[in-house]
């Protein structure tokens, strides 16, 4: 069993900084691709931004240019680092992976999500 564990969620003012951090434990041989997923009040959840482990990234447009994604493939962790924050940032976010353990089995494992609101 794999479990992702999620922390930095909070308040914090418009244009403020926030940075999450996920980090996987149980039966991981290596993590493919590492995401963070948001979800709004009212709206479906989206992919925020990824990361491979060749350490390419991608972003949602609405993020581009404010949020950074890390990875430390050694440690199992990730993060999000979110700059300049807009209330419109607001919802719960989710990491997310794809984990192949040590039978080259692969699967898609989700964190409980943790609350972020941009709110002056």
């Known amino acids: 069993q794999v479990q992702l564990v999620e922390s930095g969620g909070g308040l914090v003012q418009p244009v403020g900084s926030l940075r999450l951090s996920c980090v996987a434990s149980g039966t991981v041989f290596s993590i493919n691709i590492m995401n963070w997923y948001r979800q709004a009040p009212g709206k479906e959840r989206e992919l925020v931004a990824l990361?491979?482990?060749?350490?390419?990234?991608d972003y949602a447009d609405s993020v581009k240019g404010r949020f950074t994604i890390s990875r430390d493939s050694a440690e199992k962790t990730w993060a999000l680092q979110m700059n300049s924050l807009k209330p419109e940032d607001t919802g719960v976010y989710y990491c997310n992976a794809e984990v192949q353990d040590y039978t080259s089995r692969v699967r898609n494992y989700w964190s409980k999500g943790t609350q972020v609101t941009v709110c002056s």
């Open positions: 990361i491979t482990r060749s350490g390419n990234t």
